[in-house]
């Protein structure tokens, strides 16, 4: 009756590790390493927004939005009038060039070439791919609409933007998240951090699903 009221236990003497188990509680959050921030470098308005609400699955390269842009149509046009004048020049016969100063035409040659790749590299620098520089030498029609794609498949767990809002560069419009793999942020009280280890296994449930276990790994403490 005594050993009751205080609660004392006994067990046969055996060999084997001494387990210590820690039960806590902890808060599932995004993997850092699969979100993204979906933003643009050039300004405009959006136009068109594939993706209306939060929440959404999408897969890579999937559009978004599409964002109208004056500056982008000039970039275009500003390129497309380089690459042509290249264009011309390289299909100068022989013939032509040795007619005129072999010396200028080169120089021509050079700077038209130059003016060319800066205006390509302006519109890469505004993330246009070169698919879409392609297809600008073949239309020979500049255009004014951007339009943005999701970097990976995930879900999209932020969008920041309305139909005709103003966009400017670094704005972030939407955020994705990849939640094939997530963190489970979990508290350790200090007494029990000696036993804690990165590369332990973690036995994880969850209120939402009962009965079932899913297997984690410490990353980080």
Same mark, same amino acid.
Do not use: C
């Given at each position: 009756?005594?050993?009751?009221?205080?609660?004392?236990?006994?067990?046969?003497?055996?060999?084997?590790?001494?387990?210590?188990?820690?039960?806590?509680?902890?808060?599932?959050?995004?993997?850092?390493?699969?979100?993204?921030?979906?933003?643009?470098?050039?300004?405009?308005?959006?136009?068109?927004?594939?993706?209306?609400?939060?929440?959404?699955?999408?897969?890579?390269?999937?559009?978004?939005?599409?964002?109208?842009?004056?500056?982008?149509? /000039? #970039?275009?046009?500003?390129?497309? =009038?380089?690459?042509?004048?290249?264009? !011309? *020049?390289?299909?100068?016969? +022989?013939? %032509?060039?040795?007619?005129?100063?072999?010396?200028?035409?080169?120089? /021509? #040659?050079?700077?038209?070439?130059? =003016?060319?790749?800066?205006?390509?590299? !302006? *519109?890469?620098?505004?993330? +246009?791919? %070169?698919?879409?520089?392609?297809?600008?030498?073949?239309?020979?029609?500049?255009?004014?609409?951007?339009?943005?794609?999701?970097?990976?498949?995930?879900?999209?767990?932020?969008?920041?933007?309305?139909?005709?809002?103003?966009?400017?560069?670094?704005?972030?419009?939407?955020?994705?998240?990849?939640?094939?793999?997530?963190?489970?942020?979990?508290?350790?009280?200090?007494?029990?951090?000696?036993?804690?280890?990165?590369?332990?296994?973690?036995?994880?449930?969850?209120?939402?699903?009962?009965?079932?276990?899913?297997?984690?790994?410490?990353?980080?403490?």
């Amino acid at each position: 009756q005594e050993r009751q009221l205080i609660n004392i236990r006994t067990q046969p003497v055996t060999h084997g590790d001494a387990v210590v188990t820690i039960r806590t509680v902890g808060i599932i959050g995004y993997d850092q390493t699969r979100l993204v921030n979906v933003n643009t470098r050039i300004m405009g308005w959006a136009e068109k927004l594939y993706v209306d609400k939060p929440g959404q699955f999408v897969k890579q390269g999937d559009p978004l939005m599409d964002i109208y842009s004056p500056d982008l149509y /000039s #970039a275009q046009y500003e390129y497309l =009038l380089a690459y042509r004048q290249w264009q !011309r *020049l390289q299909h100068v016969t +022989v013939q %032509d060039v040795a007619q005129t100063n072999n010396t200028a035409w080169q120089e /021509s #040659a050079r700077e038209a070439q130059a =003016l060319m790749e800066s205006a390509r590299k !302006r *519109l890469r620098l505004w993330e +246009v791919p %070169d698919s879409e520089i392609a297809a600008l030498e073949k239309s020979g029609e500049p255009s004014d609409t951007l339009q943005l794609h999701a970097p990976f498949s995930g879900y999209v767990m932020q969008k920041n933007i309305d139909p005709a809002q103003m966009v400017r560069p670094g704005m972030t419009l939407y955020r994705v998240a990849d939640l094939s793999k997530v963190w489970i942020n979990a508290d350790v009280y200090e007494y029990e951090l000696p036993y804690v280890k990165v590369g332990q296994k973690v036995a994880v449930t969850a209120l939402a699903y009962p009965g079932r276990v899913f297997n984690a790994v410490v990353d980080f403490i």
